[in-house]
Each structure stands twice: as C-alpha cells, then as structure tokens.
C-alpha cells in the first residue's frame, strides 16, 4: 500500500443544529487522484473546508502526510501543503491578474523561483499572459478557473482540493481542465477533486467516495464505481430508485 | 492623513475606527509635553509615535477583536469610547487649554495672489504626500501590501488562500495609528498650537475627506482633503472665518447629492460604513 497523504478519520461537523458531515473517513494515497461525487447539500464543500480549517469539525482526526492538522490554523494547513481551489473560484477582482498569482505564493521566500513558475503559467496559459497586469475581473470564466488553479499551484501544493472546478465551463474548457489535473497528477500532484461532472471525475480519478447526506454511501475504485448502473441512477443522473443497501455494501470495502 | 488612516481602517477592517481622532490628538499633546520638558525634537516625535502605536495595538485587543465576530457597531461604539477615554486622560495630565506648540522649522511666509501660504505648512503637506505615496506603494507592490489589499476584497476568500488574517489586521491597526500619529504632529507643526479637543474637528474632515475623495481609495481620501483644506481657504476668504464650516460640509452635503459613492469611489465601498 502507498503511503498516505490524507487520512481522515471518522470527520463530522455542523452548521447551527444542521449536521453536514457525519462520521466521514477518507483516505488520500500520495500520488493517487480520488473523487468525492454526490448530489446538491451532500457535504462535499463542507468536507473541503473542514479539511482546510474555515470550518471547525465537531469530531473526528484529519492526519495530512503523517502529522495530525486537526487542531492547526488555515495558514500553517497550507503553508504545509494542503491547498484549495474554492467553489466559485474566489478570484480577487481588485488585483490584477499578476497580483493574484503572487498572492497565492504570498508564504513563499524562493522569489526566483515563483517567477519561473509564473511564467510557466503564462506559457501554458496565453491569454493570461498577455493581460497579466489588466483586473482579473476581465477573464471569462473558463480563465478565471485556470487563474485560480495556478494561483493554488503557487502554494507549492502536496495534495490539491477542488470543489466543482468544472462547475460554469464550456465542455472544451472542461476537457482542458481536466488534461491539466491529469499533468499535474503525472507529476506527482495528489488530488482530492469534487465534482458534479461525475462522469469526467471518475474517469481521471483512482479512488472515488460516494456523499450521502453527509455520510460515505459507497467508496472503492473509481471505473468500478463508475461502472455501477444503480449508481449511476441514483447519483450521476437523475434519481430514478433508491440504490438498496445491499448494493451499497458491495461498494464499500472493494478498496480494501 | 486623517482621512488616510479612515480608508485604511474602513477599506481593510470594514470598521469605523472612532480612536483616530484621539490617537490623532495624542501625538501632538505627547510630543508637546516631550518637546516643552527639554526633549530633542526627534526623541519627542519618537514618543509620541510609540504612543500612537501603543494606543493602536490597545485599540484592536480591547475594541476590534472581541468583537470581530459580533456586530459591526460593537467596535465603533467601543472606539468612540476610546476616544473620550483618550481626551479625558489628556485632559488630566496636561490639562485641557490650548497649548502653543514650539516653531521647529524657522518661518517663512509666501503669498500667492491674495492667499498667504506657511513654510511650514507647505512643508508638511509635502511629508504627508510623501508618506501616502509610499503608503499606497507598499499597498501595491508588497507581499503584505497584497494581502492586505485581499483582505479588504475579501475576508474569507484570503483566509482560503493561506493569508493569516489575525497577523495581519492587528499590524494593519498600527500602521494606521503610526499614520494618525505622523498626522497630529504635522499638524502640530503647522499650526503651531496643540489641545485635548484638537482631534475632534480633525476628526470630522477626515471623515468628510473620506467620503468625498470616495471610500476605500487612498488617493481619493487624500484629494477630498485637498479639496476640503481649499474649501476652507476659499470661504475664510470670500464669506469669513465664520462660515468655514458651512462651506465644507455644504460641499460634503452637494457632493453626496449628486455623487453619492465620492469622487472616485465604486458605489459597493458605500456598504461597508
Ligand atoms: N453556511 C451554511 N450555513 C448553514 N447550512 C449550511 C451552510 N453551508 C452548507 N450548509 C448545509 O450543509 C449541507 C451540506 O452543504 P455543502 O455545501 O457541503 O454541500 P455540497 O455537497 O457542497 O453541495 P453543492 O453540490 O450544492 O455544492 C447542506 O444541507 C447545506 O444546506
Ligand atoms: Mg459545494
């Protein structure tokens, strides 16, 4: 088994007397890309940012490349590795396109090599270059989500999380989004990727968890999570019939 | 420089701070007392600069924090408290008359067209361009710069991106009294008189100043003190001292009429008073 890079165990957490997370345990290989897929209010941003600190878990451990964070503060979190492309993106339209990415290496010393890195970004990315010093308010969308994900890769990530990056994107974006997750990944990025695109996430991901109302309903290997008809009704189309228990039982402990 | 430190409190901290007319205040009487107890004009200005900070610092532990999560009135009624606590102990230790401030830099006058214009005066003007221009540098070009300016953007959007909001805020809270504290020595310079009840006024034209030059915008909060100081001249001038004040807030009350979000500011800024 590889190591981890996060293990989390038994997570829950509430908003007022809303409980959003019951009980959830997730686990991260270093190297691996796992999905967490569910439907609208299942917890999965709520299961992002208890990871990342905004949220304070009523119970459970987060374990991040062998350390116990569960008590850190946001900033120390990241400074370690653990980074978050947010729902919604969260670009910050009073800077300009440079500013941003600069803000997301803001923890950073090695000057030299954040510029290197800018401007591999603006190699991959043309139409970000060439407005780098214009408000990042005058990026559509889709370079709005390539903004945001090179400002987390800025932050010198060991495990990225994504909450719905493909959420607002045309389908050649998307598609485009997704060879990236999948370069960075050969380069030894670990991801943690949500997505209402269930399709698209199970076929780049390893592992995939299925959200429930704030509990795990199914996890194991992602084509064969993918592969499940019953589940594909239930959750990655419309809701046909309820998926039965037995069903659910068979999913969870394929991993293992 | 008043209406700096107001943007600077209001644009980042989304609070009115109410303690930069004491903290104003405080400089000058501090370094009077300093200056007329035979202290060297630099070590005077040290002073009271260390007390301006000090009362920064104190400010953001005992009014902002414990409230940060509460209320947005909480800390301005809190800070307005603390400025009656500031002037109440002024007034205690140094009394409450007028006192005259030493002339530091020798004087010399000049006229332009019929408007008597001071060295010194003109002198600080020119030092509080200098510490604007290099305030909004540093606000532009710095790390710290950049977060702060996310932070006022954003709050929870720079926390996702790692920035420690409890480290910087509370250095945000000195910055601006280290600003408010230059202010009141300037002031104390030019006009060569200092008193407990000094901020007060000061206080209001800042805030004036602010919103005219538009909120959340540095440049523009140094334009509407421009245009307030020109105001001021200009009816002393044409319509006597006594109307100086109807002229100012009679600008302040014209300009909200027809341009409510200020001279350069976007109309969202307007939210956050
Ligand atoms: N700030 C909040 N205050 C109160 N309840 C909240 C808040 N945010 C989320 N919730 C509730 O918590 C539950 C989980 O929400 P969460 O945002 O984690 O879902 P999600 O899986 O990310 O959904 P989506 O796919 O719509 O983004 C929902 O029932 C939601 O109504
Ligand atoms: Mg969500």
Redo the contacts with the bound molecule.
């Keep these: 088994m590889n190591e981890l890079i996060l293990d989390v165990e038994q997570l829950s957490a509430?908003?007022?007397r809303?409980?959003?997370?019951i009980g959830v345990s997730l686990q991260v290989a270093r190297g691996e890309i796992v999905t967490v897929v569910?439907?609208?209010?299942?917890?999965?941003?709520?299961?992002?940012?208890s990871l990342l600190g905004t949220i304070a878990p009523t119970n459970g451990r987060i374990a991040f490349a062998g350390e116990d964070i569960s008590r850190w503060p946001i900033h120390r979190r990241i400074d370690a590795g653990l980074v978050l492309v947010p729902?919604g993106r969260r670009i910050l339209v009073s800077m300009t396109i440079e500013e941003n990415l600069l803000l997301g290496a803001h923890m950073r010393q090695d000057k030299s090599a954040v510029r290197r890195e800018i401007d591999n970004i603006y190699d991959r990315f043309p139409n970000l270059g060439r407005r780098r010093s214009h408000g990042a308010s005058c990026l559509s969308g889709g370079e709005q989500q390539m903004l945001a994900l090179g400002r987390a890769m800025l932050a010198k990530p060991q495990l990225l999380m994504m909450?719905?990056p493909s959420l607002g994107l045309s389908p050649l974006f998307v598609s485009k989004l997704f060879e990236l997750i999948k370069d960075y990944n050969r380069e030894g990025l670990s991801v943690l990727l949500?997505e209402?695109n269930t399709a698209n996430a199970l076929r780049i991901a390893h592992q995939a968890t299925v959200?429930e109302?704030?509990r795990v309903a199914m996890e194991g290997d992602a084509a064969a999570i993918a592969g499940s008809a019953r589940l594909q009704e239930a959750y990655l189309g419309g809701a046909a019939h309820e998926v039965t228990e037995a069903d659910k039982r068979k999913w969870i402990g394929r991993r293992s | 420089m008043v209406a700096v430190a107001f943007t600077l409190a209001i644009g980042v901290l989304n609070f009115l701070n109410f303690s930069i007319p004491g903290i104003f205040m405080i400089a000058g009487m501090v370094s009077w007392a300093a200056l007329k107890s035979g202290q060297h004009w630099l070590f005077a200005f040290g002073v009271a600069l260390t007390a301006s900070a000090a009362v920064g610092v104190a400010v953001y532990f005992l009014t902002y924090r414990p409230s940060s999560d509460s209320d947005p009135e909480v800390p301005l009624v809190s800070s307005l408290g603390f400025l009656v606590l500031l002037e109440n102990l002024i007034v205690l230790w140094l009394g409450s008359d007028q006192q005259s401030y030493p002339a530091l830099i020798a004087d010399f006058n000049f006229r332009v067209g019929s408007i008597i214009v001071g060295g010194a005066q003109l002198l600080s003007l020119a030092l509080s361009l200098a510490f604007v221009f290099a305030l909004s540098l540093s606000l532009r070009f710095t790390n710290l710069g950049r977060q702060v300016r996310a932070i006022a953007e954003s709050r929870r959007t720079a926390s996702i991106l790692g920035v420690n909001v409890g480290s910087v805020v509370p250095r945000v809270f000195v910055l601006s009294a280290l600003f408010t504290g230059a202010g009141g020595i300037l002031f104390a310079i030019s006009y060569l008189q200092v008193s407990s009840s000094m901020g007060e006024s000061i206080g209001f034209k800042g805030i004036s100043a602010m919103i005219i030059g538009g909120m959340g915008n540095i440049w523009g909060a140094v334009a509407g003190g421009l245009l307030i100081g020109l105001v001021e001249i200009l009816s002393t001038q044409f319509l006597g001292a006594d109307f100086v004040n109807i002229g100012v807030y009679g600008l302040l009350l014209a300009l909200l009429i027809i341009k409510p979000e200020g001279l350069f500011g976007m109309a969202a800024a307007r939210e956050k008073l």
């Design positions: 509430c908003y007022g809303v409980e959003a997370l569910g439907a609208n209010g299942a917890g999965k941003s709520t299961l992002l940012h729902e909450d719905e949500i209402q959200l109302l704030g």
